[in-house]
């Protein structure tokens, strides 16, 4: 509860940035959003006309030929492409939208030199500029404010972008919330307790395996000359070997199977982790591709695959 409420989860920018780091150390986190975009770029793309008659038809090979480089026998133009092309930007979406939960673009539009066709470029706009959405009376993006620093150097604060002009692609949207949810969000605090543990297990490494050493400070007794204080001294003594960079002190209750001397521990902590592998793979749809870690796991991967 105390990480779901922490100041980097509290405002868009330092969620974005939390989540993005989510992705950037978790492997299984980032297996599971790279599982997601891999997915929609194997995917098959295609524009449908509207209906039957030859305009439709004709309106459906042009938007085909600007964002998918269709070709067709209407339109061969190059010039028509939309920039950047489809699949880098398809790519940049998905991604943004596993770990963002949306990604937003910026509609420009140019004219093209033969044709003098109207045609639209999508730029995309980073997650962790967007401070603040601003939302009409029907709910609908009226602005989103946005700070960030130009590639001249120059800072860019609460600069406006019209919602007319924007584009947007979110992920377990539900009514006006445009943000959607990313996979990271759901596999936040599994990921964040794990972490935890990991350090926890390096600890005890760094201690030759001799698990986690444990200061009682509930009733008061370490004092000079007490057994406490004498424990107390030969944890400090032993912290002196040159392969171990510092004293970790935890308390004062603590399970018993983490105090120095003891190494059952560790397989506690392994358990662990993998039951926060476990709740990961389930936020993140991979849970078939923890091989041989559960039931659902090698044993079943190649039915699993090919289902999906």
């Given at each position: 509860?105390r ?24 492997p299984?986190?980032s ?36 964002l ?6 209407w ?31 910026f ?14 470029d ?27 620093v ?25 009514g ?9 969000r ?30 009682d ?28 960079d ?10 018993r ?23 990961i793979?389930?936020?993140g ?17 190649g ?6």
């Open positions: 509860q990480d779901e409420a922490a100041a980097r989860l509290a405002d868009p920018v330092s969620r974005a940035k939390a989540l993005r780091d989510c992705y950037l150390n978790d299984r986190v297996q599971g959003v790279d599982d997601a975009v891999d997915f929609c770029l194997n995917g098959v793309w295609e524009v449908v006309p509207g209906g039957d008659r030859p305009i439709d038809k004709k309106a459906a090979a042009f938007v085909g030929a600007v998918l480089q269709a070709d067709n026998r339109y061969r133009d190059r010039a028509l492409w939309t920039r950047p092309r489809w699949p880098s930007l398809l790519r940049t979406m998905a991604w943004s939208c596993g770990v963002h939960g949306h990604a937003v673009l509609q420009k539009w140019r004219r093209t030199s033969s044709g003098g066709y109207l045609v639209p999508l730029q995309y706009l980073e997650p962790g500029t967007i401070g603040r959405w601003v939302m009409g009376p029907d709910d609908s993006i009226k602005q989103v404010i946005r700070s960030y130009r590639g001249d150097g120059e800072s860019i604060t609460m600069e406006g972008l019209d919602g007319e002009s924007l584009t947007i692609v979110n992920f377990r949207s539900v006006a919330d445009y943000r959607g949810i990313s996979l990271c759901t596999a936040y605090a599994a990921s964040v307790r794990k972490q935890a543990l990991q350090v926890a297990k390096m600890v005890a490494a760094k201690r030759k395996l001799g698990a986690i050493p444990v200061v400070t509930s009733n008061g007794s370490i004092v000079p000359g007490s057994d406490e204080w004498k424990a107390l001294e030969a944890f400090v003594a032993s912290m002196c070997d040159p392969d171990l510092v004293s970790y002190f935890m308390g004062p209750i603590v399970p199977y983490l105090e120095a001397g003891s190494t059952q521990g560790l397989d506690v902590i392994d358990k662990w982790i993998a039951s926060e592998n476990t709740e793979a389930a936020a749809g991979v849970k078939s591709q923890l091989l041989g870690e559960t039931n659902s796991g090698s044993r079943a991967l039915t699993s695959i090919s289902s999906r």
